[in-house]
């Protein structure tokens, strides 16, 4: 069984860094793709980055240029190191696992990490 556990959120002021890490266990990390999600209040959820198994990114409009998704396959872990944050980026940012990019939302899924980033 998959389990994805992501890590490293909590509060900043705007302009600052967080970076999340999600490390995945019960499958084969390598051959997976992975993706960050987030879901604001009152908002639909939305794809923030992904990244192939060959290391393809991917990323939305709203985080171009500010946030970069990296993996370390030894690790079993996907990062997602988010610079010049805004209060706009505030939401539960969700880790998530499939064969490919365009199958992640119907994929394996994290508990979740709450960013909070303050003006």
């Known amino acids: 069984q998959v389990q994805l556990v992501e890590s490293g959120g909590g509060l900043v002021q705007a302009g600052g860094s967080l970076r999340l890490s999600c490390t995945a266990s019960?499958?084969?990390?390598?051959?997976?793709?992975m993706g960050w999600y987030r879901q604001a209040p009152g908002k639909q959820r939305e794809l923030v980055a992904a990244i192939t198994r060959y290391g393809n990114r991917n990323y939305g409009n709203s985080v171009e240029g500010r946030f970069t998704i990296s993996r370390d396959n030894p690790k079993n872990t996907v990062y997602l190191q988010m610079n010049s944050l805004k209060p706009e980026d505030t939401g539960v940012y969700y880790c998530?696992?499939?064969?490919?990019?365009?199958?992640?939302?119907?994929?394996?899924w994290g508990q979740g990490t709450q960013v909070t980033v303050s003006s």
């Open positions: 019960g499958s084969i990390f390598s051959t997976y793709a």
């Open positions: 998530a696992q499939a064969s490919a990019i365009a199958l992640l939302d119907k994929g394996s």
